[in-house]
């Protein structure tokens, strides 16, 4: 199961196109006794029902560096505790990375095998600002560089815009001799407040599509390269291992295995899916079990299900599985409860057929069915 959890309702960093700005204006963060509690009743649950089970734990923001780096110490000392080996779990961060320090530092060498960070940055543009509307990139990539110094792996999920998208190349460069790893993603949504003389910084469908296509067959071309194009990469082991649940997008039931905790304790169905009509409950007041059955749960389940029947047909349906559901929700007049193929299905298609080309041209595809060659597992 995949806990997103929003530590801290609020940001240092003002980005033009975040999609929590209302979240981020409340300035709650979530107390140390009220995460322990969280996790105490999310251990107890699987250690009694399902000990195979392997938690993660997401810890996002707003900017979760803003809740101290003893925090996540005294979070990881209580896992261990309650957890230990009776359960495999680990931990990620997603930060803006300006809040670096020592401690944190320290705090990522010490506990590497269950703490990992993400790096919200995008190289280029002029979209990541704070609150005095001061670009942070410089910053952010001083910080990079004290991370890549005291050894510590850089991931970066990197927002492709109309800011940065003419760099793609740049940002390929900069990074492929590195042993780093870069996702990329499309503006989630629209930004509820633009400065007036801004255009979109979206780009459209096609665009994106378009742009990360180019740099995948780039990266699949290029012997040389240790950087990780994880959005490539995880599409390679979908292809490889149709069960592989590396990225939520391609996931049958991604909605089953994720959830997002608000800082109050709230819980929603994922990180881009906070809609009032989809609270699952309160994970510090209600039992876990009313949580897991409760009714939006069970109408978003079987919604995601039934719209996956819009994939039928499709040769990639059994890797793909519909690509991410919040997006085809989004897309959609909200007049009913409709999970269908994600708006960016022809990505999806061009990388599962430009990826499953390139693992049969290395011979690892074999010839199964009209259309789609499967490749061999
Ligand atoms: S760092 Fe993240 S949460 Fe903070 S303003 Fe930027 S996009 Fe929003
Ligand atoms: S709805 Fe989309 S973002 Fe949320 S878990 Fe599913 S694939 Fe991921
Ligand atoms: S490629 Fe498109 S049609 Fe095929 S499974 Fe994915 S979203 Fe559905």
Redesign the pocket.
């Known amino acids: 199961m995949?806990y997103i959890i929003k530590t801290i309702q609020g940001c240092n960093l003002s980005c033009i196109y975040c999609y929590e700005q209302s979240h981020n204006r409340l300035n709650l963060a979530l107390g140390l006794d009220d995460a322990t509690r969280f996790i105490q009743k999310v251990a107890d649950y699987y250690l009694r029902n399902n000990p195979q089970e392997i938690l993660a734990f997401h810890w996002h923001g707003g900017e979760p560096m803003l809740m101290g780096a003893d925090f996540f110490e005294q979070i990881i000392r209580f896992q261990t505790g309650v957890l230990g080996t009776r359960l495999r779990w680990y931990n990620t961060m997603q930060s803006n990375l300006t809040l670096l320090d020592d401690a944190f530092i320290e705090l990522l060498e010490r506990y590497g095998s269950c703490l990992t960070l993400g790096i919200s940055f995008d190289f280029f543009g002029d979209d990541r600002v704070d609150g005095s509307n001061k670009n942070v990139n410089a910053r952010v990539w001083k910080n990079v560089r004290r991370l890549q110094s005291a050894g510590i792996h850089t991931s970066f999920l990197t927002t492709l815009t109309r800011g940065n998208v003419e760099h793609l190349d740049e940002i390929y460069d900069l990074l492929r001799s590195q042993d780093a790893s870069i996702q990329f993603n499309q503006v989630f949504g629209a930004p509820k407040k633009r400065p007036f003389n801004r255009p979109s910084v979206r780009l459209r469908n096609t665009q994106f599509s378009a742009a990360l296509q180019r740099i995948t067959r780039r990266w699949l071309d290029d012997g040389g390269a240790r950087l990780r194009l994880i959005n490539a990469d995880r599409v390679m082991r979908k292809l490889l291992d149709p069960m592989s649940t590396r990225m939520?997008?391609?996931?049958k039931t991604?909605?089953e295995?994720?959830m997002a905790i608000c800082a109050d304790g709230a819980v929603f169905?994922?990180?881009?899916?906070y809609v009032k009509d989809f609270s699952y409950g309160n994970i510090l007041h209600d039992p876990y079990e009313r949580i897991l059955s409760s009714k939006p749960r069970k109408a978003l389940l079987a919604a995601q299900k039934k719209g996956q029947l819009e994939c039928r047909g499709c040769e990639f349906a059994d890797y793909c599985n519909g690509?991410?559901?919040?997006?085809s929700i989004f897309s959609m007049p909200r007049t009913e409860l409709h999970l269908g193929k994600d708006p960016l299905c022809a990505m999806h298609r061009g990388l599962f057929e430009m990826i499953g080309q390139h693992l049969i041209r290395a011979g690892r595809g074999k010839p199964a069915r009209a259309g789609w060659r499967q490749v061999e597992r």
């Open positions: 995949n939520c997008w391609y996931e991604c909605l295995c994720h169905p994922c990180d881009s899916f690509g991410c559901p919040t997006r």
